[in-house]
């Protein structure tokens, strides 16, 4: 059996950063489906007509359905989402990547852009949540 470096727990240590584990994809397996649905275009149609009756399709949580239906990214991640499969779903909508990853820092995309640009966020003070006191 190979022998781990670090316990499994300091994954949760990452401040602003949410690790996807093998926990996470079984938790959003449902989620992953639906998101994998929206490759077909009658499936994104139908989507589209009726988000919530689509959405029943699929045995996701109610909590991953309310994500959905909110746009919540982050409580998506939160909830087991892959930023992989969940860019189909900010696809369907028509959003560029700029849009989708400025709205889960809370910024306008073109203030994301413009932070981007300047180099991004700082490191510091994000190295350790239990750090952080």
């Known amino acids: 059996?190979?022998?781990?470096?670090?316990?499994?727990?300091?994954?949760?240590?990452?401040?602003?950063?949410?690790?996807?584990?093998a926990r996470r994809s079984r938790q959003a397996y449902h989620l992953h489906?639906?998101?994998?649905?929206?490759m077909d275009k009658d499936n994104r149609n139908a989507f589209k007509a009726d988000e919530r009756?689509?959405?029943d399709r699929f045995r996701m949580t109610e909590e991953q359905k309310q994500a959905v239906l909110a746009r919540d990214f982050n409580g998506l991640i939160e909830?087991?989402?892959?930023?992989?499969f969940l860019v189909k779903l900010s696809n369907t909508d028509g959003w560029?990547?700029?849009k989708a990853v400025g709205s889960m820092t809370g910024m306008t995309?073109?203030?994301y852009a413009a932070m981007m640009r300047a180099?991004?966020?700082s490191p510091e003070g994000q190295k350790s949540k239990?750090?952080?006191g």
């Open 130 to 132: 239990r750090d952080q």
């Open 79 to 84: 909830l087991g989402g892959n930023i992989y």
């Open 53 to 55: 009756a689509y959405l």
């Open 1 to 21: 059996m190979r022998q781990r470096l670090y316990p499994l727990e300091d994954l949760e240590d990452i401040p602003g950063t949410t690790v996807f584990t």
């Open 109 to 111: 995309p073109d203030e």
């Open 119 to 121: 180099g991004g966020r």
């Open 33 to 38: 489906k639906f998101c994998m649905s929206l």
């Open 96 to 98: 560029s990547a700029q």
